[in-house]
């Protein structure tokens, strides 16, 4: 069945530097890929997705990219902060209001 | 505007009781999305709504589970004859017709002792 990767399941960085999130998915007709920041207590806020059509997308200091061969898809902060700190999924899905299936999570730990 | 709610924020329950969660998407989103969430793991999928109608429900785990939304807005997840196995964070997100873009509530934590 369908399934996400992700990796590393923790990330501890210095603030200031950069993170980096990586996911694979099995699913090849998947053509949606959003990332989500979950904090504790609260339910998952999305805060980058891109299509298959794209190979990359930018969001301040978020970034995303897209290997469709390889079925990769990274998540990248850059300059982190204090409050970056949180726990990150990605996720798939096939088509427009498709059910997304998520990876297991990063835990972001950014220290000042 | 106003997000997706749900309610109630915590819910513990006895094995065996009956419990209902409640979800308020956000107003002119026409589908809508349960997710079950267990302690450090990702949502996985439940069921979802297109308008009135479960247009998938291939998530849900057995026939204790169902889930209605009679008007096409509020939705009602049922769980029939709890076990200790269905405490989780339960999760509701709704989108837009034909949009990619699920936006979550702030979730249900059950707890069934």
């Known amino acids: 069945g369908e399934n996400v990767e992700q990796h590393p399941s923790t990330l501890s960085v210095q603030e200031g530097d950069s993170a980096v999130i990586k996911c694979t998915y099995s699913d090849s007709a998947s053509n949606y890929f959003p990332w989500y920041k979950q904090e504790l207590g609260k339910g998952p806020q999305l805060i980058i997705d891109?299509?298959?059509?794209?190979g990359e997308k930018k969001d301040q200091r978020i970034a995303v990219t897209l290997n469709k061969t390889a079925k990769h898809f990274s998540l990248h902060i850059t300059e982190t902060q204090p409050e970056d700190s949180a726990v990150y999924f990605c996720?798939?899905?096939?088509?427009?209001?498709?059910?997304?299936?998520f990876g297991t999570g990063t835990r972001l730990q950014v220290f000042p | 505007g106003a997000g997706v709610s749900q309610t109630p924020s915590n819910k513990v329950t006895e094995k065996g009781k009956y419990v209902e969660l409640r979800c308020d998407p956000i107003s002119g989103h026409t589908a809508l999305y349960w997710y079950r969430q267990s302690l450090g793991q990702g949502p996985e999928f439940l069921i979802y709504?297109?308008?009135?109608?479960?247009?998938?429900d291939s998530g849900l785990p057995n026939d204790r589970f169902f889930a209605v939304r009679p008007e096409g807005s509020v939705s009602t997840l049922k769980i029939q004859r709890t076990e200790r196995g269905d405490s989780a964070v339960y999760l509701c997100?709704?989108?837009?017709?034909?949009?990619?873009?699920?936006?979550f509530g702030p979730g249900t934590r059950l707890t069934v002792l």
């Open positions: 997100a709704s989108s837009q017709q034909g949009g990619n873009e699920q936006f």
């Open positions: 891109i299509r298959s059509n794209v």
């Open positions: 996720a798939a899905s096939r088509y427009n209001t498709d059910k997304l299936i």
């Open positions: 709504f297109q308008g009135t109608g479960a247009a998938d």
